[in-house]
């Protein structure tokens, strides 16, 4: 029930955001305008009507300071990415080849960003941790009282997570679907039920607009999504779920740099047709 009702929140706050923004524009529509991949111009703006929508359902249903942090703070890196990004490097090897050079980039500056903004979420998540524990509310959450490491571990997750979902955002819908599916998943538990039920729900109330190749989430949104979702992460494994994710998210980052993921979709029928559902 309190997924629901984060999500019910989450997304009314995004399309209630949306709606203001496309009004009133901060800096001007122009500004927020970008070229799809096929050559349409769409939106930025939702992504920070996402990021206001999922932070306020996670906020006012008690997700907790972290999953509100992480959220917000990426939805500020990734803005910084959106726009004032340099389109000369692309990538995590070529930000960080362009940082070796003496090069501070803007995505250098979100990746540093994401890594220190995902720890202190993550301190956060743990330390709501220790106090359930110390005052008896176990209830659903991890096992075992969350060590140093974990947290640096979570850390790690949190941030991973946010670059995954920015790998996503490359075709109409297919982010925010990934953000339903996961975010339904992952509120099967009470103690990420709240975090992971606005993640989906501000991403269910964006999808029309983004089907349509009217908008999309841009890094502001994409980051903040995959920030959310991975403190959700956090709220509901130890150490062990931790370091799984961890290591499917160095994987699957890795892979990125490599393989396309859209090949990758488009040659699997199964992924194909989920990709390409609702879209014009």
């Not at 927020?32 to 206001?52: D, K």
């Not at 703070?73 to 080849?97: P, Y």
């Not at 959310?228 to 370091?243: F, I, M, N, P, V």
Request: a positive charge; hydrophobic letters at 50%.
């Amino acid at each position: 029930m309190r997924a629901l009702v984060s999500g019910v929140v989450g997304g009314l706050a995004a399309g209630a955001a949306m709606r203001l923004l496309r009004a009133h524009p901060p800096g001007g529509a122009a500004r927020w305008e970008r070229t799809n991949h096929a050559g349409a111009t769409v939106t930025l703006l939702e992504g920070p009507a996402y990021a206001a929508g999922a932070a306020a359902g996670a906020a006012l249903l008690g997700a907790g300071p972290g999953p509100v942090l992480a959220t917000t703070a990426a939805a500020g890196l990734g803005a910084l990415d959106d726009l004032r990004g340099d389109s000369g490097s692309k990538g995590l090897k070529g930000h960080l080849g362009a940082l070796a050079r003496g090069e501070v980039t803007t995505g250098a500056v979100k990746i540093v960003g994401l890594a220190v903004t995902g720890v202190c979420a993550a301190a956060l998540v743990d330390l709501r941790v220790r106090r359930d524990a110390r005052h008896g509310r176990h209830g659903t959450r991890p096992r075992g009282i969350p060590a140093v490491a974990d947290t640096i571990v979570g850390g790690a997750v949190v941030a991973g997570t946010a670059n995954l979902f920015n790998l996503l955002d490359l075709r109409p819908g297919r982010a925010l679907k990934a953000v339903v599916l996961v975010g339904a998943l992952a509120a099967t538990s009470d103690g990420s039920a709240v975090a992971a039920g606005a993640a989906a729900g501000a991403a269910a109330s964006l999808l029309p607009p983004d089907l349509a190749g009217e908008a999309m989430l841009g890094d502001t949104g994409a980051n903040a999504a995959g920030a959310l979702l991975g403190t959700a992460l956090l709220q509901r494994t130890g150490r062990r779920g931790r370091l799984v994710a961890l290591a499917l998210l160095t994987g699957l980052t890795l892979a990125s740099e490599k393989v396309s993921f859209t090949q990758v979709i488009e040659s699997t029928p199964v992924l194909r047709e989920l990709d390409a559902l609702g879209r014009r």
